[in-house]
């Protein structure tokens, strides 16, 4: 399958151009977006018109706008039925999605009820919710299965699924759910499926579910600097507490990967007096959630956490992104640092590294064809 590459030169329009309701166009100025996005630009009128699609584009782009603005447009509040499902491959990831749909129906002053359905939360208080009849419905796919096996979410009114993160989704951990949804749902049901990152195998796997097309936005949302420091390995955990001290960071994240304990290293920070938090996946849903509100509301300036644990997050004002652990490959690296720099902020991305890992960092820095700036010194 061949995507439909977006020229951003011929992208310069409006959301009323493409046919977005003004109650839409006004809630959106209330939080500050005035124009489309690239992918918003190509891939709302293609949802409008019922396509099945695949929208790829880099993080902090809009992806999520660009599908809920045209499937909330199709709602029918009159209805009282699940109508849209979104599968999300997180519990934070659902619950972010569910309260920008929620947010944005209320600005536009529409009475549509949206409701997160995930894991882990308490299932008698999901079923309560359920007896309103939300319209639109983000969760994890086995809890939806779930209510559906109980009699308590009916999805034969599904006019749309949204798969977010799709190339998680329809990998080997959750795919067998996510097929198990599709069977439940209409034939007619239309499918939109997202992420910055659309790998082959993830591609051919949403090819055999529907025929479908792809939009693509090439390139990156690269505001942001990327730096390295060089310190010792044993030293790499002294060295995050330093640059906390040293640079204005109000909002960073540390990633680690393979070679760091985040328990650990989040329990050496804190000895140091840096107000720190983890989000990592083996953590009760409510003690990932305190993380995030933390990191969200300044309470805490550091957020050290892991690839999965972050994927698709949305945190306003990151200002830094530090790899305690080097990312395993380009779209990791992309993953990570996309989460600075967002809707035209600015942010830096700091590589720690030791000398033997110089040379991994630069072929990183090759294939993406980014400029590695060394740190100064203070």
Do not use: W
Not at 54 to 62: F, L, N, V
């Amino acid at each position: 399958m061949r995507c439909f590459l977006i020229d951003s030169e011929n992208t310069m329009r409006t959301f009323s151009s493409l046919g977005v309701p003004e109650n839409y166009i006004a809630a959106l100025e209330k939080r500050g977006i005035a124009a489309p996005t690239e992918i918003q630009t190509a891939f709302i009128p293609a949802a409008h018109a019922g396509e099945n699609l695949i929208g790829e584009a880099p993080t902090g782009t809009g992806k999520t706008l660009a599908y809920l603005l045209p499937i909330l447009e199709r709602v029918d509040p009159a209805v009282r039925t699940t109508q849209v499902l979104i599968l999300a491959p997180t519990h934070e990831l659902a619950m972010q999605i569910a309260t920008v749909a929620r947010e944005l129906a209320q600005a536009a002053g529409l009475p549509i009820g949206v409701q997160a359905l995930i894991g882990g939360a308490n299932i008698k208080r999901q079923i309560e919710a359920l007896k309103k009849k939300p319209a639109l419905v983000v969760g994890s796919a086995p809890r939806v299965q779930e209510l559906n096996r109980l009699g308590k979410l009916k999805l034969t009114g599904v006019k749309v699924l949204v798969l977010d993160e799709f190339d998680r989704l329809l990998g080997k951990q959750h795919l067998d759910d996510v097929r198990s949804v599709i069977r439940l749902l209409p034939k007619e049901t239309q499918m939109l499926f997202l992420s910055a990152t659309a790998g082959t195998s993830a591609v051919r796997m949403a090819e055999s579910l529907c025929t479908l097309r792809c939009i693509r936005v090439e390139g990156t949302n690269d505001t942001y600097e990327n730096y390295y420091h060089i310190v010792s390995f044993r030293d790499k955990i002294k060295a995050v507490q330093k640059l906390t001290r040293r640079l204005p960071i109000k909002r960073g994240l540390v990633f680690v990967g393979r070679s760091f304990d985040a328990a650990h290293a989040l329990e050496k920070l804190r000895f140091e007096d840096i107000k720190a938090v983890a989000l990592l996946g083996q953590e009760r849903r409510d003690q990932r959630r305190a993380a995030l509100d933390a990191i969200r509301t300044g309470r805490a300036e550091l957020l050290i956490s892991t690839d999965l644990a972050a994927r698709g997050l949305d945190i306003e004002d990151v200002d830094y992104v530090i790899h305690l652990d080097l990312p395993e490959d380009v779209r990791t690296y992309r993953h990570r640092a996309g989460r600075t720099a967002r809707a035209g902020k600015a942010g830096a991305v700091i590589s720690l590294v030791d000398e033997r890992e110089m040379d991994k960092l630069r072929a990183l820095a090759a294939r993406m064809e980014i400029e590695l700036v060394r740190l100064p010194r203070a």
